[in-house]
């Protein structure tokens, strides 16, 4: 269990850093336009937010201290 701890807590260190440094987009579809049958759709790639990045670093460490103290 401690070792799920570390690895999980690694791994989302990870994830947070590269969405701090603004490294992870996501893409969102967006209907601009709609009569009848007929539609058009706008593809939007966006950011994580840097602020959800530096949480999920704190989280990650969080789990990495966890697993490095329990017994």
Same mark, same amino acid.
């Given at each position: 269990?401690?070792?799920? #701890? $570390?690895?999980?807590? $690694?791994?989302? $260190?990870?994830?947070?850093?590269?969405?701090?440094?603004?490294? /992870?987009?996501?893409?969102?579809?967006?209907?601009? #336009?709609?009569?009848?049958? /007929?539609?058009?759709? %706008?593809?939007?790639?966006?950011?994580?937010?840097?602020? $959800?990045?530096?949480?999920? %670093?704190?989280?990650?460490?969080?789990? %990495? %201290?966890?697993?490095?103290?329990?017994?």
């Amino acid at each position: 269990m401690r070792a799920g #701890f $570390i690895v999980a807590g $690694i791994v989302i $260190i990870a994830l947070g850093a590269a969405g701090f440094m603004g490294m /992870l987009n996501f893409n969102q579809d967006k209907e601009v #336009f709609k009569v009848g049958d /007929l539609s058009a759709t %706008v593809q939007q790639t966006r950011t994580v937010p840097q602020w $959800i990045g530096g949480a999920a %670093v704190f989280v990650g460490l969080g789990l %990495v %201290v966890v697993g490095a103290r329990r017994k």
